[in-house]
């Protein structure tokens, strides 16, 4: 079984739609990082957390410790958010390399 | 500003070949990571530097493969004896410390022929 598993693999949606994108894992965490991986390879950092809740315009992370479990948020979708979205967990313990989830693939149609 | 280069974009090599791979992280960051993204895969790790300390080689899936980073900055990942299953794309991240948040390259694109 993987440390971090995403759900959905596949998500599609209508424009201005709410997405919720799921993590769980199962080892014990420093952080955990949501990114973003754009058609044609380019990832971009969205949010490193360790407790609470983030948001950064329309995107927002939650994480919850005890349940091992982070969502990320996405309101009034637009085609342009359109990416593959990965969570990524710093373990304790493991130095500070990252361990992925196998990505969420989001598609926004207008 | 700059972020994190790597070169070359895209690089085609015959399979026993060594290829070396280069990534410019962001000026003043001190930790450097190498993750590979094989075809329908996930990110994996590689290797991470921090600092002066040694190297986490932990991720590195065979002896073929090394990383240096001199200077405290530029690295560069060779793989030797290259194999048809080395084909991914390689991505090379940078942080402040080890412990913030990880600004990735575009990364290079490998094909073992």
């Known amino acids: 079984k993987n440390e971090v598993e995403q759900s959905p693999q596949n998500l599609t949606a209508q424009e201005g739609e709410f997405i919720t994108i799921n993590c769980s894992y199962s080892?014990?965490?420093?952080?955990l990082h949501w990114l973003q991986q754009h058609p044609g390879g380019g990832i971009v950092s969205l949010f490193m957390l360790s407790s609470g809740k983030k948001k950064h315009g329309r995107l927002i992370a939650t994480i919850n410790i005890q349940e091992k479990h982070s969502s990320l948020h996405i309101t009034a979708s637009h085609p342009r958010d359109s990416a593959v979205y990965i969570c990524?967990?710093?373990?304790?313990?493991?130095?500070?390399?990252?361990?992925f989830g196998g990505g969420t693939r989001l598609m926004v149609k207008p | 500003g700059a972020g994190v280069s790597q070169s070359p974009s895209n690089k085609v090599t015959e399979k026993g070949k060594d290829v070396e791979l280069r990534c410019d992280p962001i000026?003043?960051?001190?930790?450097l990571y190498w993750y590979r993204q094989s075809l329908g895969q996930g990110l994996e790790f590689l290797i991470y530097f921090q600092g002066n300390s040694a190297p986490d080689k932990s991720g590195l899936p065979s002896d073929r493969f090394s990383a240096e980073r001199t200077g405290g900055s530029v690295s560069t990942l060779t793989i030797q004896r290259t194999q048809q299953e080395d084909s991914a794309v390689y991505l090379c991240?940078?942080?402040?410390?080890?412990?913030?948040?990880?600004?990735f390259g575009p990364g290079t694109r490998l094909t073992v022929t």
């Open positions: 080892v014990g965490i420093s952080a």
């Open positions: 991240a940078s942080s402040f410390l080890g412990a913030y948040e990880q600004y």
């Open positions: 990524a967990v710093r373990r304790n313990n493991a130095g500070n390399m990252l361990t």
């Open positions: 000026s003043g960051h001190t930790a």
